[in-house]
């Protein structure tokens, strides 16, 4: 009964303070300067006289290696903690004023579970120039239908 007793009250301080049944993150946090359109991307892509973002895709392994943008790298699915220490792990040399772009493209944007995540994190760190691209529905309608470079793979 002590033991029972002691979850309950373990599990009401975590209630009252907030840290228990909180939801995660939703990619709609994201201030709306810090979002990219695909066909700004794609021209910055195209253009020889733009400087190129770094560019990390963190969502799911499985979409990244069926198809991603050129030149992004894999930086976990930052949806749980291991996606997210890949990331912070990726990033931990760079200069906090690296131009970074960050993706998933996993499901429609209001469901994404990793877009958010990630962009919290690099902010946390310190990042301040990092850009969300914004995926609507999914990579494939909002990316590669639309013509844009991708790539297989890795």
């Known amino acids: 009964m002590k033991t029972l007793l002691a979850l309950f009250f373990a599990g009401a301080l975590l209630v009252r303070s907030g840290a228990a049944f909180s939801e995660p993150p939703s990619a709609a946090s994201i201030p709306t300067a810090d979002l990219l359109q695909p066909a700004e991307l794609a021209a910055n892509l ?32 930052a949806g749980d903690a291991a996606g997210l220490q890949l990331l912070r792990q990726r990033v931990a040399a760079l200069s906090k004023d690296s131009a970074i772009v960050l993706y998933c493209g996993c499901c429609p944007w209001t469901d994404c579970p990793n877009i958010a995540a990630a962009y919290g994190a690099l902010h946390a760190l310190g990042f301040a120039r990092v850009k969300v691209l914004y995926i609507a529905e999914n990579f494939g309608d909002n990316w590669v239908k639309l013509g844009y470079p991708v790539t297989s793979g890795g």
């Open 46 to 77: 195209k253009s020889p006289s733009v400087a190129k973002p770094l560019i990390l895709q963190v969502g799911f392994h499985k979409l990244y290696t069926q198809a991603h943008i050129p030149s992004a790298e894999y930086a976990g699915a």
